[in-house]
């Protein structure tokens, strides 16, 4: 008899021996290389480790380019020197934000930031970048976002229900996936403009709530997550499939 313990090890091998079966037949874009911008830093997160594991994801199932900056130390309050150029997003085709500085709140610093979104580059924006600038009395990033949140409940494993089957994003998507060991954020708002794309729901109120979305910020792609807290949802095959093809769409080459 098989154990229960390798039972789930054989589960989780054949999800990720079928997501890398699945991405080297159907490449999720091939052409000019994508000028990827990942941001990072900041408490709470192992971004090292998330960050290899993105850019490693993304790169073996599109062609892409990659520059990673992780400044700002391990706090809630810090900047990114980067942002202090008024055209700091030109070069790039898509920036990825997982930064997480919830108690950095200068309105010339941000406003560099979203400004250089609503010029024209599109974002995706994961997990904590929704609490990031929280302290901001102002509501130029969470417009950027799509959604306003405060904060979260506990870890849990939380199943995720597929709301937008048309949207490009989400094909292929499991229709019963549940994430590893993550915190659910609560959302107070969803933009004008940003659309659902999957939910999960509160074991505390059980209120649904948008985990994966789409916003057209001034007419700019962002693609977003909730999810993202633990090194083994960075682990997930699902997960990281999630984000690849949100960056590629994002960058307009998923269609």
Not at 25 to 33: F, M, T
Not at 85 to 93: E, G, H, I, M, T
Request: charged share 20%; net charge neutral.
């Amino acid at each position: 008899m098989i154990s229960p313990r390798l039972a789930h090890l054989a589960s989780l091998l054949a999800v990720l021996f079928a997501g890398w079966s699945t991405h080297a037949a159907e490449p999720l874009y091939r052409g000019k290389p994508l000028r990827l911008l990942l941001i990072t830093g900041g408490c709470c997160h192992n971004y090292p480790f998330q960050s290899a594991q993105l850019t490693n994801a993304v790169s073996a199932q599109a062609d892409v380019q990659w520059t990673v900056i992780n400044e700002g130390g391990t706090g809630t309050r810090g900047q990114i020197a980067l942002y202090d150029k008024a055209d700091w997003a030109k070069p790039y085709d898509v920036v990825v934000h997982n930064e997480c500085f919830a108690d950095t709140a200068d309105a010339a610093y941000i406003r560099r930031i979203t400004s250089a979104h609503k010029a024209g580059t599109p974002a995706v924006v994961v997990h904590c970048a929704m609490h990031t600038y929280r302290a901001a009395q102002f509501d130029d990033w969470r417009e950027f976002l799509g959604v306003t949140s405060r904060h979260h409940e506990h870890q849990s494993r939380y199943p995720v229900k597929v709301v937008a089957k048309d949207h490009p994003v989400m094909k292929g998507f499991p229709e019963r996936w549940v994430t590893p060991m993550d915190e659910l954020y609560i959302l107070e708002k969803v933009w004008p403009g940003t659309r659902p794309l999957a939910t999960s729901v509160s074991e505390k109120t059980g209120q649904e709530q948008p985990v994966v979305w789409v916003n057209q910020y001034q007419g700019v792609r962002v693609f977003g997550t909730t999810y993202g807290h633990s090194d083994d949802t960075f682990r997930d095959p699902v997960f990281l499939n999630l984000l690849a093809r949100g960056i590629v769409w994002a960058g307009g080459k998923l269609e």
